[in-house]
């Protein structure tokens, strides 16, 4: 306000004319005689204040008339000031008179005056305590907030729960109330932006800690109103509980039994994703997310989101009260929180999870081939046989996809082959995954029937795509094997073990297929001709058509990781 008042507050006949210039106070901003710029003409107007007034008055001069000043004609860079041009004489601030100015501190005054003679003593204006207000302002309200940064961090240091001696997370509240609730607990989906301060903090243990205590939790068992849950599903949140028998404290975890709404959280998973990622991304640290609880953890969360059903799109449906509004809300169906959620989960774990390990190994220097399954939950990285056959005779596979196929087999003899042709699949699921996925079935143990056997039926397809590609050896070579053994054993249905060097568990003998597959193999190798009968070449017509679609092409997996 007192800068306001003693810049603006001068009336027309308050002003000193210009003996050599017959003009009125605003034209003298234009007056070329004059060596003043306007923004110093303003300063001169603005120390233009009698020793006498006093801060009472100032403040209600500033009501008085103003002069209207054209801001647009004034210079981009002020003139500097003539001691023989100057019309008005600034007065140092020491002149004036604060005594009406009881919010000034005595310090301030004194920075106020030091100001004024370092100005003075240049032969400059002083300049007016226009910030003055400002600057202790802007210091308070740095104070403030530094003593609301130590409040917080205290709290959060006291919201911390420990046991066994290490904090293993940050309860919901450490409000008092009486009817604590579910508040004393450690939810998942709280501690996030607590875990993200501990790192920005450099304290990663209490994370750590936090992330491993929470997959050991995921393994525990889990149920709500005796329907039990996914094996995949996290906790939504944990608590710790004193038990008097054993004198020994124990981690109770809550899969939604105790939530409003009575529903398994969906977004804790996600959630235990993003922040192992932040956890390895803060600290460097990768050994954490390689582990393999860690590494199992992950599959499990995503195997359950990416299970089939009848979506075809990788969408969540969800039910209400499955996230961070988990009370009834209406917000069920596929609500943009879990889809976001599920995304970023996904980008996270593509970054953290080890890949298979075998495909590494077994892709050849030069070879590819279509992998098994591609669908809008999963893709299937195991080689089949009986398609990339028939995709090579039906001139999906492109000549040169054909060629990498016949360099893979060839490449991997040994795997793909073995001491009896074919494989069907390869490699064989084994352990938890197949216990998943086959319902522990006893006829498809691995490396048996349809889970990695060996099926002499299939020695016709490689030979007639053989024979399409020019790569008749490779099928001579298979038959070869196939005559040493297939008769003496009684034409088995299929062969067991890595190599397939075992009659089948279950095999029938004198199968039908087995004999017929031995036969068509043999006669295509005597007359090429016959290869019309099942081949197909390229169609120029539908070359385009092929080369836009994404439905087959994209999938072939070919030497050098990649896929086109």
Avoid at 380 to 406: E, H, K, Y
Wanted: with cysteine.
């Amino acid at each position: 306000m007192l800068a306001a008042c003693l810049m603006f507050n001068v009336t027309p006949s308050e002003h000193v004319e210009d003996p050599e210039s017959d003009v009125t106070p605003s034209e003298h901003v234009e007056d070329p005689k004059t060596d003043v710029t306007p923004s110093e003409h303003v300063e001169d107007l603005e120390t233009d204040v009698t020793p006498s007034e006093n801060a009472e008055d100032l403040e209600t001069s500033c009501i008085a008339p103003k002069i209207n000043f054209d801001f647009s004609k004034f210079p981009e860079r002020p003139r500097k000031l003539s001691k023989d041009g100057d019309m008005l004489r600034a007065k140092s601030l020491s002149e004036i008179s604060f005594s009406g100015l009881g919010r000034l501190s005595p310090q301030m005054s004194s920075r106020i005056d030091r100001i004024s003679e370092l100005h003075c003593s240049d032969g400059l204006p002083p300049p007016l305590p226009v910030n003055t207000d400002l600057d202790t302002a802007s210091s308070a309200e740095g104070h403030e907030t530094s003593l609301m940064m130590s409040e917080a961090w205290e709290a959060l240091k006291q919201a911390k729960l420990h046991f066994h001696g290490e904090a293993v997370g940050t309860v919901a509240a450490t409000d008092n109330f009486e009817e604590k609730l579910n508040y004393d607990q450690v939810f998942v989906r709280d501690f996030v932006p607590s875990a993200l301060a501990f790192l920005m903090h450099k304290e990663p243990d209490i994370v750590k800690n936090f992330l491993l205590k929470t997959i050991q939790l995921q393994s525990s068992e889990k149920k709500i109103d005796f329907f039990h849950l996914g094996e995949g599903v996290m906790p939504a949140s944990f608590k710790v509980l004193h038990d008097p028998f054993k004198n020994a404290d124990e981690i109770k975890a809550d899969f939604g039994e105790s939530a409003i709404g009575r529903v398994a959280p969906i977004d804790s998973g996600f959630w235990w994703i993003i922040l192992l990622r932040a956890y390895t991304k803060s600290t460097g640290d990768s050994s954490l997310a390689d582990m393999p609880e860690c590494q199992k953890g992950m599959r499990l969360i995503l195997s359950l989101c990416l299970s089939e059903g009848f979506d075809t799109i990788p969408t969540l449906l969800c039910a209400d009260g499955c996230c961070m509004i988990d009370r009834r809300m209406g917000v069920y169906g596929y609500p943009i929180e879990i889809q976001a959620l599920f995304f970023m989960a996904l980008r996270c774990a593509h970054v953290l999870l080890k890949r298979d390990e075998w495909i590494f190994d077994f892709m050849p220097t030069c070879g590819g081939y279509f992998i098994g399954n591609v669908g809008p939950s999963k893709m299937d990285f195991r080689w089949f046989c009986l398609g990339n056959c028939v995709a090579i005779l039906a001139s999906l596979a492109t000549p040169t996809q054909s060629n990498a196929i016949m360099d893979l087999i060839e490449a991997r003899w040994e795997e793909l082959v073995g001491e009896m042709p074919l494989k069907i699949c390869y490699p064989a699921i084994e352990g938890h995954e197949w216990k998943i996925l086959t319902g522990c079935d006893p006829k498809n143990t691995r490396w048996s029937y349809h889970n990695g056997g060996s099926w002499p039926v299939l020695i016709w397809l490689l030979t007639a795509a053989c024979i399409k590609t020019k790569r008749k050896h490779i099928a001579e070579k298979a038959v070869v094997l196939i005559e040493e053994r297939l008769s003496k054993d009684g034409w088995p249905e299929y062969y067991d073990g890595k190599t397939g060097q075992y009659i089948g568990k279950q095999a029938r003998k004198q199968q039908t297929w087995s004999i017929a597959g031995y036969l068509v193999a043999k006669m295509l190798l005597e007359e090429d001709s016959h290869l019309g009968m099942i081949a197909l070449e390229e169609d120029i017509r539908m070359e385009s058509t092929i080369n836009k679609t994404t439905s087959c092409s994209s999938f072939f997996y070919a030497s050098g990781s990649k896929i086109f």
